[in-house]
């Protein structure tokens, strides 16, 4: 079995549900990805960050990987650890969803780590619509960071990739949801 295939086996056992649920883009759906239950299992947040690492290492110049709090959380800490561990260090930031109340009232986590103009990929666990994508692609702009494109683990194909692409970025889906469930 592949890294993909056991990684989607991890997706049907523990992220995907089928009943009615209203989605962050207010639309609704007889089905759910809850990708946080597989990218924080051991082996599931592994190869989520091994195949987002493998989406993102051809890309030239990459110097930062990160997203919207809670979903890219794991994904983007995930694929830094992979980077290192594949000798092409990456950090991880995250974005918050609104500034920090105390300290230094940050938006991003990890600034430290990336330079003013630097080089980086937004990772989301869902892409719908693309709506959340596209926020965190101007709050990532709008902190001096040049974003490349997005990769997601499952785009739901409901427009977030023309969405995305509309708005000049790449996206790359480690599946969608035909390959998850036909």
Do not use: C
């Not at 990708?35 to 082996?43: A, S, V």
């Not at 709506?131 to 709050?139: D, L, M, Q």
């Not at 902190?143 to 969405?163: A, F, H, Q």
């Amino acid at each position: 079995m592949t890294d993909k295939q056991r990684l989607k086996q991890i997706i049907l056992d523990l992220s995907y549900e089928k009943r009615k649920v209203t989605l962050a883009s207010g639309r609704e759906s007889d089905f759910y990805f809850d990708g946080k239950q597989t990218t924080l299992h051991p082996e599931g947040g592994y190869l989520t960050g091994k195949l987002f690492f493998e989406a993102i290492k051809d890309v030239e110049n990459v110097e930062g990987v990160g997203g919207l709090t809670l979903g890219a959380d794991p994904i983007a800490t995930a694929t830094s650890v992979v980077s290192f561990l594949e000798k092409q260090p990456i950090p991880a930031f995250i974005i918050r969803k609104e500034p920090k109340g105390h300290g230094t009232g940050a938006w991003l986590e990890g600034r430290k780590n990336l330079k003013p103009g630097s080089r980086v990929v937004i990772v989301e666990d869902v892409v719908t619509t693309g709506g959340s994508s596209i926020k965190a692609v101007r709050r990532a702009e709008e902190e001096g960071l040049k974003v490349l494109g997005i990769v997601t683990l499952v785009d739901r194909e409901e427009g977030g990739r023309e969405n995305i692409e509309q708005e000049g970025y790449w996206l790359k889906a480690i599946f969608t949801k035909a390959e998850i469930v036909g």
